[in-house]
Every structure is written in structure tokens, then in C-alpha cells.
């Protein structure tokens, strides 16, 4: 079983930059999908990227596509997220996930890490 470590999460204001890293154990080569979510107070959690680790593609909502890069590095069983272009709607407590099939929505992920928080101020 993975298991997932996030950091990198911080304050910024609008404009500004953060890049997350989620460290994993057991390795991401062993996962079918990786992911990256976030959830503000009161909402459900989004995904904002899943990346398909055997083929390399990468998928992102619209509202974040041209802002959000995620990438992997399996040398060091890390995953990253480039944040650009942060907007205050962007707040949340952003986690990643490992899942192994589908990879669509929060429930197709079986281990999740703790969450970082990423606050943006206006």
C-alpha cells in the first residue's frame, strides 16, 4: 500500500506561484493513476490533475488547464504540482491520491495523503 506525504503548501496572493510535492512510498510506478485534488471549506473535493503513470498522459479540469503542470519523477518517487497564475478561488487543502482504475472522481482513489494547505489571497 502507498502511502503519500504532500508539502510545499503555503500563502500567497493572487498572481503568485507554489509548487506542491507528494512524496511516495511503495513507489508511483506501482499506482495506475496519480492524483491531485483540493477542497475548499463547505464544497466536495475536486480533482485539478490525474496523471496516468504507465503512459505518461495527464489530465486537468478546464479550470485549471494552462495554470496547473503536475508531473512525476519515479527516480524519486515524487509527484509534483506547478501552481501559476493563482487565483483566491484556488484556496484549499490540496491532496494527492493513488488510484488503479478509472481515475475520474475522488472515490476511484484508494490512498490519499494528509493535504497541504494553499490559501491566495486577493
Known amino acids: 500500500r502507498v502511502q503519500l506525504v504532500e508539502s510545499g503548501g503555503g500563502s500567497v496572493q493572487a498572481g503568485g506561484s507554489l509548487r506542491l510535492s507528494c512524496a511516495a512510498s511503495g513507489g508511483i510506478a506501482s499506482s495506475y493513476c496519480m492524483g491531485w485534488f483540493r477542497q475548499a471549506p463547505g464544497k466536495e473535493r475536486e480533482r485539478v490533475a490525474t496523471?496516468?503513470?504507465?503512459?505518461?498522459?495527464?489530465y486537468y479540469p478546464g479550470n485549471v488547464k494552462g495554470r496547473f503542470t503536475a508531473s512525476q519523477d519515479n527516480a524519486k518517487n515524487t509527484l509534483y504540482l506547478q501552481m501559476n497564475s493563482l487565483k483566491p478561488e484556488d484556496s484549499g487543502m490540496y491532496y494527492c491520491?493513488?488510484?488503479?482504475?478509472?481515475?475520474?472522481?475522488?472515490?476511484?482513489?484508494?490512498?490519499w495523503g494528509q493535504g497541504t494547505q494553499v490559501t491566495v489571497s486577493s
Open positions: 491520491a493513488a488510484g488503479a482504475m478509472g481515475c475520474t472522481v475522488a472515490r476511484d482513489y484508494s490512498n
Open positions: 496523471i496516468y503513470t504507465g503512459s505518461g498522459k495527464i
